[in-house]
């Protein structure tokens, strides 16, 4: 193995490796029937055209936690890699609008946020390389005219006020036939872009003032139903159960009974498959609000009583999400550990791969030195690490490194597929 692989891949440090390596070489003895059965998902379900999806690596189980449709981030992943955006970018423009020249990108109101703006300026340049002409238009409410935006990078982008004119939105005298959301709306649908005659990708209802949590993980574990009788592996290991709550307000603490019923029949449910599989780890669940991102209202819980003994403080990091959007509805979902660590310094790390239509095209680890194998690492003080996905051996057996990068890279390329597919799903129930 390369030393360029061997730098990419953390360790995983764990003795219940063991399972996860035999699923590993599972996947890779199965990988003929896996793409046969993907290549045949996708013509019936067209992909998302951009999605990342965030992982958690117990050694014993390999899952996805969290599935975004607006995905940002783009400048982590590795530059070496980007042909692989460009070709993706233009399969899935060139195969759903044929004609299409021009696209307009139309992103988060953040000014202040530079990861955020650099990741706006490596997608807008990956849209620009692939051949089409891409202008931002911006739905900040004090924008009037264009503003520069100089980056760390040393590269620049330009906000545009995003205009409506008739049944079209674009920037200055920029109409596209193409606009490419990169706005999870959190904050709601807005008016100036319901009713289009353009495309808008992805669509409007698949924005977080539409879309669940729960919803995701109802088409996933159907997924993994799915292929898991076809590669004839217990569904489990690649699909975290959940229950969901409505109807909930930490600070009131209405709908704590509901709340806690289902942390009890999660943490039953996870605990009885531990036994099962001879796991010596306590089960934790994670509660979530149900809509939205950037690691926010969300707690992980040991047991019911966490739940009833929740602080002020906890009860209002748990009431509001992102543009203080307030948590009504909560995902409990099962916890799944991650034993893979990065560096000398043994920080906890979580792949976050992402694709563009149905292939993939890099990713990362997200590395908090501050954080547990239990806890969540989308929080402040965590950084990035990028990988490469290398190409997959055709046999379990074709290196003689048994945790070979090339192995784990495929295993998370599959699973990161079939949240993929999961989205594919809910995106053809809202069209």
């Known amino acids: 193995m390369n030393d360029a692989l061997t730098n990419a891949v953390p360790h995983l440090t764990t003795a219940l490796a063991g399972p996860l390596l035999q699923l590993e070489s599972h996947l890779l003895d199965n990988q003929s029937e896996i793409e046969a059965w993907l290549r045949e998902q996708w013509r019936l379900t067209p992909a998302p055209f951009y999605t990342s999806v965030d992982l958690r690596n117990a050694g014993f189980k390999l899952a996805p936690v969290d599935t975004n449709l607006f995905p940002a981030g783009f400048n982590n992943l590795n530059p070496a890699f980007e042909a692989l955006c460009i070709q993706a970018i233009q399969a899935a423009l060139e195969r759903n609008h044929p004609t299409a020249k021009r696209v307009l990108l139309v992103p988060e109101n953040h000014t202040r946020n530079l990861f955020y703006l650099e990741s706006l300026a490596t997608l807008r340049e990956l849209v620009a390389r692939a051949g089409y002409e891409t202008r931002i238009g911006s739905m900040l409410p004090e924008l009037d005219a264009p503003r520069v935006m100089e980056l760390p990078s040393g590269r620049k982008i330009v906000l545009e006020p995003l205009r409506r004119q008739g049944d079209k939105v674009g920037v200055d005298d920029f109409y596209p036939c193409v606009v490419l959301l990169n706005n999870d709306l959190s904050g709601g649908r807005p008016a100036l872009l319901e009713d289009l005659d353009q495309t808008v990708v992805p669509p409007l209802e698949l924005g977080w003032s539409n879309r669940l949590k729960s919803g995701h993980f109802a088409h996933y574990r159907r997924v993994a139903e799915e292929f898991s009788a076809i590669v004839e592996i217990d569904p489990w290991l690649v699909d975290p159960l959940f229950r969901n709550c409505g109807e909930i307000d930490f600070m009131k603490r209405e709908g704590e009974d509901c709340l806690v019923r289902n942390v009890e029949a999660v943490l039953a449910a996870v605990s009885q498959k531990y036994q099962q599989y001879g796991i010596d780890k306590p089960p934790f ?23 009833h003994e929740l602080n002020r403080k906890q009860r209002s990091h748990m009431s509001k999400t992102k543009e203080g959007q307030s948590v009504s509805r909560v995902i409990i979902q099962e916890g799944v550990y991650t034993f893979e660590t990065w560096g000398s310094d043994k920080a906890v790390a979580e792949p976050v791969v992402y ?69 594919a799903r809910e995106v053809a129930e809202h069209r």
């Open 355 to 423: 694709m563009i239509d149905h292939f993939v095209v890099g990713g990362f680890y997200r590395v908090h030195t501050g954080r547990g194998p239990s806890e969540n690492l989308n929080a402040p003080g965590m950084h990035f690490e990028p990988l490469a996905f290398a190409k997959p051996c055709n046999m379990p057996d074709c290196t003689d490194f048994p945790d070979a990068g090339v192995n784990r890279f495929y295993a998370y390329g599959v699973i990161a597929r079939l949240a993929l597919l999961a989205a």
């Open 285 to 307: 669940v994670v509660i979530k609000s149900e809509s939205g991102t950037y690691g926010m209202a969300v707690m992980t819980a040991h047991s019911v009583d966490e739940v």
